[in-house]
Every structure is written in C-alpha cells, then in structure tokens.
C-alpha cells in the first residue's frame, strides 16, 4: 500500500509520478486536499519511460483502513458539535447515538440516553412523533421549527430541527440535528422591544413634543396680540409656562426610560416615607401655579428594597396627580399598609379626570399604545417597580368622587 498526494486535472483524472515500477496489482491511497482519502487501483498501462501512471476513479474501493479513517473525523466532528444530534431507530424510537451537546441539553448521560426511545424526551403525542418520522421518510429530509424536548428536570425547551432519513440495509434510521431555539427567541424578544421603543420615541419626538410646541407657539402669538391687557397676558404667561414645563417633563422621562435598561439592577433599602416627603416638595416647585394639598399616611418605622432610583416613580405619580385636576388647590391623599406577606402597599389618590377602566393597564406601559398620546410618567413607574421586585396596577375609587387610585407595591426591608 503506498501513500501518495495526487492532484486531479479537468477531466476527473489522477496523474501522478511514480517513484518505483508499479505493478498492476498494487494499490495505492490518494489524498486529497480536503483532507479526505480514497484508494485507487491500477487499471491502464504503466509507462515505464515516463515513469507515469494513469488511474482511473471508478477504480476507487473502500478499505478498512479508510473507513476507519472516515469514521474517527465524522465522530470528531459531530462529538464537538455546538448542535444536538441523536440517531434513532425510527420504527422502535430507540435512541442509538447521541452527541454531548445532546446529552447537556437534556440533562441525561450517554449511558441513560441510549436506554432510551425519541417518546420519552420529545414533548407530544406519540402518535403524532410516529406520523411525523413517517412524513421523514416520505420526503427524505426536513426542516422542523416549534418542537419542544422535556428535559430530565421536567423544564421544556423550544427546538428547530433538521431531519434525515437513513436506510441502512433495511433498517431504517433518523438523524435528527438540532438546535436550542431560547437564546434566538429571546434575542427577537428585544429586537421587537428594541423597535417597539424606537417607534415611541419617535411617536412622542413627532406627535406629543410637537403639539405642546405648537401650544407655546399659539400663546406666544397670543401674547403679542395682547400685550397691551395684562389680566389676559398673565393667563397665557402661565399656559406657556405650564407647556414647556410638560414639554421638559416628557423629555425627562424619554432619557431617563431610554437609559433604564442598561443600568445594573441593584435593589438598597429605602425609606418610603422620605421620599415621598422629598418628591412632594420637587412636584411643588415644577407647578407653581399650583398650590396641591397632600395628605399624607406614612409609617415612619418601615424601610423597603427597591431600585435607587424609585424616588423617580413617585415623582411621576403625584406630579401626574397635580397635573391632571384642574382646582388651584388640588387634593392628593398618600396611604400605606403591610400585606402581611412581606410587601408595603402605598396608594396614591387623586380627585382628577381619571383614568377610563379600559386603558388602566395599557397607560403603565406606553408602548403598547398605538394611537393614543399622553406622559410617559406611568412607563417610568412601571419600569422602575419592576426592577425593585414589586408590583404597580390602577384602581377605580367608585365613590363618585372622580379620580384614581395607583397602587405600588415594594417589598419590605427585614
């Protein structure tokens, strides 16, 4: 047997130079660039002045040396594979090979695997898995996608899978490569997210900024009609202010819920009772127009964990609670109670317009909406509650008195 590198030329044809006479009989292994291997026998005349020998490539024939050769490479290759792999009897289910990355994913070892049949780890109906290897076979290869594998601790995972059917002297077998589909979902989770934030950005930058700046204008001009009347000239005075504070707020908030998620989540004890006390003080000083009344209920005793930054929430809700009753000396009551199961409740009442029952859940996440306009005060709450653990819905009062009531729940500091 003798190794030799052989280049083919257009037609298919190994030429080679020989080092010593060959005889006709002898064999020889060719090895290709890409690495695989073939034997070839001598079939026409060896020309002995030339030292050349012509090899013919339907003389090629398996040996057990190469075989062997093949069988250690394939193994390699699919023992390092990234993706799940697993041969199976395809009328019994049994499993017959399977891959690492199988056998991690699943949770089983190689032993346990091979104890096993495709219905023991496939999440669906026998009947069905028995239809499908069916349709294999019928169609030699295809492509499935919304499988799911039970893995050895119960848990479920989301698959895509290539499939092939193999006719091995009879014996019919599949292989079946596949691929854990959580990471790719949730990675197209947040580029719907992702573009789901765009389009508010947008949608505020475009619509709501835009309005209150055509608000502004519109008193600005009113303004200069009516410089000479100060009674009217303080009322539109006070309008701009109030649009461009709106304006700025909104801002605020577009920056502030466009940074949120890239900022590590930490939760620290807070006291509840002082930040509120501080944010009623800040929302005082941005609405000056205003002169808010604050009842306040707070227990001085009791801290919470929550994210640093939930002084932010607060503000929002009883800037909200201000900003929409239309009395100079609008009522906001503030009440607090433990559950018993860990969590501090705080609930914001507010006498104002009120919030339809239909849109109470939609207005804590903006993005959502579609086509209505308002604040983003209520998706910074939302988003900041959710970092700190807790919980925020809106409530109807039905008292008759108008208004809502917001609801956060943060867990208590022990």
């Excluded at 069988?71 to 699919?78: G, H, K, L, M, S």
């Excluded at 294999?136 to 050895?152: A, H, N, P, V």
């Excluded at 709106?246 to 009772?273: K, T």
């Excluded at 002082?274 to 005082?284: L, M, P, Q």
Aim: one cysteine or more.
């Amino acid at each position: 047997m003798h190794n030799i590198d052989v280049n083919e030329d257009p037609k298919g044809r190994e030429l080679f130079k020989a080092s010593a006479p060959v005889k006709a009989s002898e064999r020889f292994i060719e090895h290709h660039q890409n690495g695989s291997a073939s034997v070839l026998t001598q079939r026409s005349i060896c020309t002995q002045d030339l030292g050349l020998i012509l090899l013919d490539p339907e003389d090629r024939v398996p040996t057990d040396e190469v075989i062997k050769y093949h069988e250690t490479r394939y193994r390699a290759i699919v023992e390092n594979s990234m993706d799940n792999i697993y041969i199976c009897d395809a009328d019994s289910g049994r499993v017959i090979e399977s891959n690492g990355s199988m056998q991690r994913l699943l949770g089983y070892s190689r032993g346990e695997m091979e104890r096993m049949t495709v219905f023991d780890f496939l999440d669906h109906p026998k009947d069905d898995v028995k239809a499908f290897i069916q349709r294999i076979f019928e169609k030699g290869t295809l492509k499935i996608k919304d499988r799911r594998y039970r893995r050895k601790d119960g848990s479920l995972v989301d698959i895509e899978a290539t499939c092939c059917a193999i006719d091995e002297g009879g014996r019919r077998l599949l292989c079946v490569v596949s691929r854990d589909m959580r990471e790719i979902k949730e990675y197209e989770k947040k580029l719907v997210e992702e573009r789901n934030r765009a389009e508010l950005y947008l949608d505020i930058l475009g619509h709501d900024i835009g309005n209150l700046h055509h608000g502004i204008m519109g008193f600005v001009g009113l303004c200069k009609q009516f410089e000479g009347d100060p009674e009217k000239l303080g009322c539109y005075i006070n309008s701009i202010d109030s649009l461009t504070m709106r304006s700025v707020h909104l801002v605020q908030n577009l920056n502030y819920l466009s940074s949120i998620a890239s900022q590590p989540e930490e939760l620290v004890e807070i006291d509840p009772g002082a930040v509120i006390s501080s944010c009623i003080e800040t929302v005082r000083g941005s609405i000056p127009w205003k002169a808010p009344v604050f009842e306040v209920d707070m227990p001085s005793d009791i801290t919470v964990m929550a994210d640093p930054n939930i002084e932010h929430a607060f503000y929002n809700i009883l800037h909200n609670a201000v900003k929409y009753q239309d009395p100079q000396m609008p009522l906001i009551k503030i009440t607090s109670r433990e559950t018993g199961d860990g969590y501090l409740l705080i609930r914001v009442r507010d006498f104002g317009r009120g919030i339809p029952p239909s849109m109470q859940r939609e207005v804590l996440n903006r993005t959502d909406l579609k086509k209505k306009h308002g604040g983003l005060g209520l998706s910074v709450v939302r988003a900041l509650v959710d970092r700190s653990a807790g919980n925020v819905w809106i409530e109807d009062p039905n008292d008759g008195k108008g208004g809502v009531i917001v609801v956060i729940e943060l867990p208590v500091y022990i």
